[in-house]
Structures are given as C-alpha cells and as structure tokens.
C-alpha cells in the first residue's frame, strides 16, 4: 500500500530564515505531487504540482519554491521566510495518468516568529 | 477562479441524527471528491464519484454525483463522536486540468455525545 511522509511536523522559524519541507511517497512509481497550504480559514490552497521529476508548476506567485530531486520526493522551500508564509502545509499525490484522486500527507506546521 | 459554495459551514448535532452538507457551483465538474479533516491532521478521503447521479456509499457515509454535475451531496447516517471534523468537498472541472482540484470551505461538525 502507499504511503506518504512529510517532515518535520511542527517547524517554528524565525522572519528571514529559510526553510525546507520535506515529503516523500513509498509504494507507487511516478506518482503526482502536490504542495497545498491551508491557512486557519480552512481552504486548500494550491501552491504547486509535478507530475515527474524535474517537472514543477506553479499556481500562486510567492515567495515559496518547490524541486523535485527524485521520484518520490517533493521539497517545498524558501530562501527567506514572512510572517505571511505561516500556516499548514500539506503535501499529497495521486495517480499518475490515473483519476485525480489526491491522497494527503500528515502535514507541516509551520509558524514564522 | 472557481468557487464551490460548500454549506452548511458548521452544525452542531446530537449523537445519533444524521447529517447532510452540500456543495455547489455554477461550473460543470466531471468528478466529486469528498474527504474528512481531523484536527492537526492531513484529509482522509472519504468518497470519489465520476458519474452524473452516481451514489455510493462508505459506510455510514453516503455521497451523490448531482445529475446537472454541478453539484454534490455527503449524509453521515446515525452520527457518532468519531464523526466530529471538517468534511471538504473537491472537484475536478470539465474541461479543466486534470492536475487540479477546486476545494470547498468546508463544514466543521460537531456531534454532541
């Protein structure tokens, strides 16, 4: 069956500070990957996808990035933090060629002091 | 972008009564997802529908494909403690990228033991 990781859990840093989250998929090949941010309003929002390596589309200008160094790996990060960066962030994958079907990660917290 | 109006956005029931939450737009989506968020965590998904006036059930849990496509339904039978969440619907647009999902707001249940 498939799993997916994400790290660290909680993550405090301060305003100016670079950050790296870090997920990872087992037991699929190729898979798509998702990088969301959930904000204490509730709503999903999309930051960006890859649908293999190497590959990284965004959806929202930001001051995020994302690499794909392996086929199971995602890496959401940023080279200085804002106090708007905080919030949830959840990675997720689905099928590749298959139906949308996102399966989400445990998620990040991250707060930005 | 797209929206989809997701109501009610809180209930308040009793153990036992069964809930029913909805989501709706104005855009034509060839697939509805729904999933559960507890708190701290990622969203489980619940139930995926691909058929206009699909209906399937997962458990006590039952969601229907609306027959215009522009709309969907999840009823939670016999509610118990367990069942206290955010529930989110999702959809994947006609027409649109096969990578993303329109999420809704949410509806935050709370079940009274």
């Known amino acids: 069956s498939q799993t997916i990781h994400q790290w660290p859990a909680t993550l405090v840093q301060p305003v100016g500070s670079p950050l790296s989250l870090e997920c990872t998929v087992e037991g699929t090949s190729n898979p798509n990957l998702y990088w969301y941010r959930q904000a204490a309003g509730r709503g999903l929002q999309l930051l960006f996808y890859?649908?293999?390596?190497?590959?990284i589309s965004s959806e929202v200008p930001q001051n995020l990035s994302a690499s794909r160094p392996q086929d199971r790996q995602f890496i959401l990060s940023s080279k200085k933090l804002l106090l708007s960066d905080s919030g949830f962030y959840l990675c997720a994958w689905s099928v590749h060629g298959g139906r949308n079907e996102q399966y989400f990660g445990p998620g990040t917290r991250l707060t930005v002091t | 972008g797209q929206q989809l109006n997701q109501s009610p956005q809180s209930m308040f029931i009793q153990e036992g009564e069964d809930v029913s939450m909805n989501c709706t737009s104005s855009?034509?989506?060839?697939?509805w997802l729904w999933y559960k968020q507890d708190p701290g965590e990622g969203p489980v998904l619940l139930i995926a529908?691909?058929?206009?006036?699909e209906l399937t059930s997962n458990g006590r849990l039952t969601a229907q494909f609306g027959i215009t496509r522009k709309d969907s339904f999840l009823n939670i039978s016999a509610s118990i403690p367990s069942d206290v969440g955010i529930y989110f619907c999702?959809?994947?647009?006609?027409?649109?990228?096969?990578?993303?999902?329109?999420f809704g707001k949410g509806t935050l249940l709370t079940v009274n033991p």
């Open positions: 999702a959809g994947q647009l006609s027409g649109g990228s096969n990578y993303k999902l329109t």
């Open positions: 890859s649908v293999g390596i190497g590959q």
């Open positions: 855009s034509i989506f060839n697939t």
């Open positions: 529908l691909y058929k206009a006036g």
